[in-house]
Nanobody, 115 residues
Framework: QVQLVESGGGLVQPGGSLRLSCRASGLIFRFGNMGWYRQAPGKQRELVAQITTNGGTNYAESVEGRFTISRDNAKNTTFLQMNSLKPDDTGVYYC?????????WGQGTQVTVSS
């Protein structure tokens, strides 16, 4: 059974930092492209960052230069380092195994940026 489990969310003040983790089980992690999405209240889920099996990365314009996606294949884990957080970054953050191949979602972790 494939599982993606996110952790690391919480409440942080504007300008602060958080590091999200997504641990995968039940699949060969190193063969999968991975992504982080977020969904703000009343808005559609959007892709924030993605990383390929070779470590290539791509970011949404809104987070470029502030967020960094990485992966540790030995630990079956994808990370999202979020710096200089803004209130607009508030939402539920999800990790996803991306195509090619079957796609899977985690259950999400809440990030709230507020003073």
């Amino acid at each position: 059974q494939v599982q993606l489990v996110e952790s690391g969310g919480g409440l942080v003040q504007p300008g602060g930092s958080l590091r999200l983790s997504c641990r995968a089980s039940g699949l060969i992690f190193r063969f999968g492209n991975m992504g982080w999405y977020r969904q703000a209240p009343g808005k559609q889920r959007e892709l924030v960052a993605q990383i390929t099996t070779n470590g290539g990365t791509n970011y949404a314009e809104s987070v470029e230069g502030r967020f960094t996606i990485s992966r540790d294949n030995a630990k079956n884990t994808t990370f999202l380092q979020m710096n200089s957080l803004k209130p607009d970054d508030t939402g539920v953050y999800y990790c996803k195994r991306l195509p090619p191949g079957p796609t899977y979602w985690g259950q999400g972790t809440q990030v709230t940026v507020s003073s």
